[in-house]
């Protein structure tokens, strides 16, 4: 990031997951953005990003959600989303929900303009140069479809938790194969999603990994169900986490100690 002799004001978009499963990963953005040089709010106002209605044809509640939220995130120099596929939606979809709506349309281009993914804010807007954090493990990592095929997310979390002290990071064999998750995908059509896990499963063990990392948190939640039901020892967290150095939040479906 460059020196303007002023730290930027960035809107943190929570997300729905964040909010009522995994608290710990705002605080960890919260914790990494303001190590990059930022000053970080989290406004009331947002709710979600309208994905699940989006998704499932409902054009009308999503443009209504966009609606409401867009003037909470307009005053800020940017809007970080710990999540790809939530970031997708505002980045990508937002503008087209107001195609025929000329004053909307413009601020949610503005918006989307100035949101990000928060691992490619950090790497390609800030510039991060080091995190505070160390991990004596192997972690595997998990490409969400939503931040690589929309936002071109794959190296920036490699770049960043290279910087891990003591991490070693895996690739799976099938980098850009689904979880099986694709938020409503899973409801619709339990029976793929179920066999496409399972084989994400299978590809994460095959790493020897003791940590599963990605930066969806409804990808982490489903591949963490599958691996826990298989019995598997690996540990799933967010990225985000991982950066912070939380490693003393229980890992995702372990519950409370």
């Not at 099938?174 to 999603?193: H, L, M, Q, R, W």
Request: hydrophobic content about 40%.
């Amino acid at each position: 990031m460059a020196d303007t002799g002023s730290r930027p004001n960035v809107a943190l978009f929570v997300t729905c997951l964040v909010d009522l499963f995994r608290p710990s990963v705002g605080f960890a953005a919260v914790k990494l953005l303001e190590q990059a040089g930022c000053d970080v709010a989290v406004p009331r106002g947002q709710t979600c990003c309208g994905q699940p209605a989006y998704n499932s044809g409902d054009r009308a509640d999503a443009t209504e959600i966009a609606r409401r939220t867009l003037p909470v995130l307009t005053p800020f120099d940017y809007v970080v989303v710990p999540s790809g596929s939530c970031a997708g939606m505002i980045a990508k979809h937002w503008p087209a929900l107001f195609e025929n709506d000329q004053d909307m349309s413009k601020t949610a281009i503005a918006v989307a303009d100035k949101t990000w993914e928060l691992t490619a804010f950090l790497t390609d807007v800030c510039a991060m140069e080091s995190v505070e954090a160390e991990y004596s493990g192997v972690a595997a990592y998990h490409d969400s479809c939503a931040g690589l095929r929309e936002l071109g997310v794959r190296d920036q979390p490699r770049k960043l938790l290279g910087m891990v002290k003591g991490l070693t990071v895996k690739d799976l064999e099938n980098p850009e194969e689904c979880c099986g998750f694709g938020g409503t995908f899973a409801v619709k059509y339990p029976d793929i999603s179920g066999r496409m896990v399972s084989d994400k499963a299978e590809d994460i063990e095959a790493t020897g990994a003791d940590t599963l990392l990605a930066g969806d948190l409804g990808c982490l939640m489903n591949m963490a169900g599958k691996l826990k039901r298989r019995g598997s020892p690996i540990k799933a967290r967010h990225v985000a986490e991982m950066l912070a150095g939380d490693t003393d939040t229980p890992p995702i479906g372990e519950g409370e100690p």
